[in-house]
């Protein structure tokens, strides 16, 4: 699908993701509900890395191909950023402008950029095109939408059960 093809999708996503970060009370951005599991901000942070290395990406290849360039380890990345321990309306601030600004450039991408390919040496299926990549991460976004309003159900309920 091309990319200005996508954008009332995109739009969508990234309302309903900003609808569940306005709907956030304080006091769940950083509960934990289990060892393993993200908070509600580390979420968010993982979103803030998702939305970074997407514009670097965005923003090289509407120049040209790209040979090379790395990829992340979203687990580290969390941990590394301590996200668990950040500001929650910093967090949620940084996400909706970032958002903004990749939404800017899916609607200003020229068609002639969106062939443009990304050569990984670690990803067995080939060159990935700019036009995939920002479908992806509209498709990544709202599967983490989905994650964050389960999770913020789930820490919710936590906090509505008696001690």
């Known amino acids: 699908m091309p ?13 309903d993701m900003q609808a569940l970060l306005d709907s956030t009370p304080l006091a769940a951005a950083h509960v934990r509900v289990a060892a393993d599991a993200w908070t509600l901000g580390e979420i968010v942070g993982h979103l803030i890395d998702s939305a970074s290395n997407n514009h670097q990406r965005f923003a090289r290849l509407r120049l040209g191909n790209l040979d090379g360039f790395p990829g992340y380890k979203a687990e580290a990345w969390v941990l590394a950023q301590d996200y668990a321990a950040c500001d929650f309306p910093m967090l949620a601030g940084l996400w909706t402008q970032y958002n903004a600004l990749l939404l800017h450039l899916a609607a200003t991408t020229p068609a002639a950029a969106l062939g443009h390919v990304w050569r990984r040496p670690d990803h067995a299926g080939g ?8 479908a992806d991460y509209y498709d990544h976004l709202r599967l983490h939408c989905q ?7 789930e820490v919710l309920a936590l906090q509505e059960q008696p001690d």
């Open 147 to 153: 994650h964050y309003g389960d999770r913020l159900a």
């Open 127 to 134: 060159p990935l095109t700019l036009e995939f990549l920002v």
């Open 3 to 15: 990319t200005h093809a996508l954008l009332p999708a995109a739009r969508r996503i990234v309302a």
